[in-house]
């Protein structure tokens, strides 16, 4: 699960496959993140998915509506991790970074990719919308244009891209042959001596965010007509000026999508 570049810890998660936010996986990121926090020989962390290729395909889906006992959720480890007082570093590697395990690194302070990597939040596409911050956090990084269009269309930017967003803050070079974890824990060392930035801490423009999902909404198709669960990602961004308010606003509409027979429907297609 875990291992050290002088003083970085590197903390592997998952299954080694998809590396899904299953409650086993949350319980063992927590448990390392609870020992490390007040460790003097662990400065910072690099986060990183098992096995290489993959960091985090998302939130566990037989977990919706059922989820794991006394285990934080995915939520509330975001909070976690966003709050912590020592760097954390996502490493995403070439494969993807999606849904709850794109919401993973946004909470993290800072993230490194692989040019390949791809990134996105596509919930819509199962029905429901991102509820782990993601209609919150990715505004704040890329502008509000971009996540609408990433939101809704359940789109997907790679790694040389995201870079370009701000939605990552560096990229491993390809001629360069240091590897994806010493590139991360470089930034991880590097953050040690800077204050910790929050996503949730960038202001977003209210009266802008308002007019682009004014214009926006006119382009959904009705809630009662196969776009309820569209309309309802666009009202967790209108509500993303106020981090917190927005938050709450997204949970709401997270478990009413979740319940919603079009979400359901589009579940078990």
Not at 31 to 40: C, G, M
Not at 64 to 87: A, C, H, M, R, W
Not at 131 to 156: D, N
């Amino acid at each position: 699960m875990t291992a050290s570049t002088s003083s970085v810890a590197i903390l592997e998660f998952g299954d080694g496959k998809l590396n899904p936010l299953g409650g086993l996986t949350r319980k063992a990121i927590h448990k390392h993140l609870e020992e490390w926090k007040n460790d003097p020989a662990v400065t910072a962390i690099v986060l990183v998915g098992r096995g290489g290729k993959h960091f985090c395909a998302g939130a566990d889906m037989t977990e919706f509506g059922n989820p794991t006992p006394d285990v934080l959720s995915v939520t509330d480890l975001t909070f976690y991790i966003e709050s912590y007082q020592k760097p954390i570093v996502a490493a995403i590697a070439s494969g993807v970074a999606l849904g709850g395990g794109l919401e993973l690194a946004l909470a993290c302070h800072y993230r490194v990719a692989m040019p390949t990597a791809k990134l996105g939040l596509p919930e819509v596409q199962v029905g429901v919308i991102p509820g782990a911050g993601g209609t919150q956090r990715l505004p704040r990084l890329v502008g509000v244009e971009k996540a609408i269009e990433m939101i809704l269309g359940g789109k997907q930017v790679t790694g040389q891209q995201a870079v370009a967003l701000k939605l990552v803050d560096g990229i491993v070079p390809p001629q360069q042959e240091k590897s994806l974890i010493d590139c991360a824990a470089q930034w991880a060392t590097w953050a040690t001596s800077m204050a910790l930035p929050r996503v949730r801490d960038i202001p977003l423009d209210a009266q802008h965010v308002e007019a682009v999902c004014d214009a926006a909404k006119k382009k959904l198709p009705a809630p009662d007509f196969g776009g309820f669960g569209v309309n309802a990602a666009l009202s967790a961004i209108r509500a993303s000026p106020d981090f917190q308010k927005g938050m709450e606003t997204e949970q709401e509409l997270f478990w009413e999508t979740l319940a919603h027979p079009q979400g359901q429907a589009r579940r078990h297609a």
